[in-house]
């Protein structure tokens, strides 16, 4: 079969079976009548470098980046955006003309995706982050750039945790930044003190995964953000209005880092409605 498209972008990820981004960027090309094709590759951690490579070999346009591999492409890209670099994460490279750029739209796509949710923006509020990955890294930067009161990360690694601290540190150094295991006792005063609390660990996605945190340590008042969206409401969500917070899960997150990556590989302004329909109908059917 020969693939004749003038547009040829993917996603690269590991496992890759939850993604519900080809419908989004196919919608957006089908109404846009483009001639461009959207495709979901699954990388084993081995051959990451090599699919990187292939992006000039084969003339790709472009590819998302996701779990878990965000910051491991890093290595590999002949340039980082500006806040790619402040994040160390990548979650979109551009192929231009062999010459590999990346930039991160879930930097964006979180802020986009914030303040619609919970009608504010993140200035001088006391951020809690649950996660050190990409998607963690990206929450912080974004944070750190609407000029947060401060940051505090919990995570399950220690090193992992230490190094997002220590990154944040460098490049933000104006900003309160602390940290703590996941679990620990001192992670409990920290979750009632935080104004907005984001679950960026991958916890959520199977249907017997634990909650990151105990929803009982919550504060009502706390605008809670989980970036999982398949499902569209996780347990730890409902949970969390249970208890009287408001909150909100990651669909429009990935709607707007999508429409985002879209621009940078066409140059085309998204069709925004036509693409969160089709995420919604997608997601619909994903289990
Ligand atoms: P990643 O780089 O692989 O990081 C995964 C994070 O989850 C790490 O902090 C890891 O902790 C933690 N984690 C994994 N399993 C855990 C467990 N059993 N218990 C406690 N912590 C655990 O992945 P990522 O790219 O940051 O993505 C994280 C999540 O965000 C994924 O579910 C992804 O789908 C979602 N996401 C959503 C959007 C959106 O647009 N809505 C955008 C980006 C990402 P350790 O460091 O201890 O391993």
Same mark, same amino acid.
């Given at each position: 079969m020969m693939l004749q498209k003038k547009y040829i972008c993917g996603i690269f990820g590991?496992?890759?079976?939850?993604? =519900?981004s080809p419908a989004m960027h196919h919608a957006a090309f089908q109404y846009l009548k483009m001639d461009g094709v959207y495709l979901a590759f699954q990388i084993l951690p081995d051959d990451l470098k090599k699919a990187i490579e292939a992006l000039r070999a084969l003339h790709l346009n472009g590819v998302n980046v996701t779990i878990p591999y965000k910051e491991k492409v890093c290595h590999w890209l002949d340039e980082l955006s500006p806040e790619a670099a402040q994040v160390g994460a990548v979650n979109t490279i551009k192929n231009e003309d062999g010459r590999l750029i990346g930039f991160n739209t879930d930097v964006q796509g979180f802020k986009k995706a914030l303040e619609e949710g919970w009608?504010?923006?993140?200035?001088n509020a006391r951020l809690l982050v649950i996660g050190a990955g990409g998607a963690a890294r990206a929450v912080a930067v974004q944070g750190a750039l609407s000029r947060v009161r401060s940051i505090s990360i919990l995570n399950r690694s220690e090193i992992r945790l230490k190094i997002l601290i220590r990154h944040l540190k460098v490049h933000f150094p104006e900003i309160e930044v602390t940290g703590c295991v996941l679990?620990?006792?001192?992670s409990r005063t920290e979750i009632g003190a935080a104004d907005c609390v984001v679950? =960026?660990?991958?916890?959520?996605? =199977?249907?017997d995964d634990p909650m990151p945190?105990?929803?009982?340590?919550?504060?009502?008042r706390t605008y809670v953000y989980d970036l999982?969206?398949?499902?569209?409401?996780?347990t730890w969500i409902r949970e969390a209005i249970a208890r009287g917070c408001r909150a909100s899960g990651g669909m429009n997150m990935l709607l707007y880092q999508g429409a985002l990556s879209f621009q940078i590989w066409t140059g085309r302004r998204a069709p925004i409605e036509v693409m969160r329909k089709a995420l919604k109908n997608s997601l619909k059917f994903k289990v």
């Open positions: 590991f496992p890759i079976r939850h993604t =519900a009608g504010r923006s993140l200035k679990g620990s006792t001192e679950n =960026a660990t991958s916890l959520g996605m =199977a249907k945190i105990s929803p009982n340590w919550l504060d009502p999982i969206y398949n499902p569209s409401e996780t």
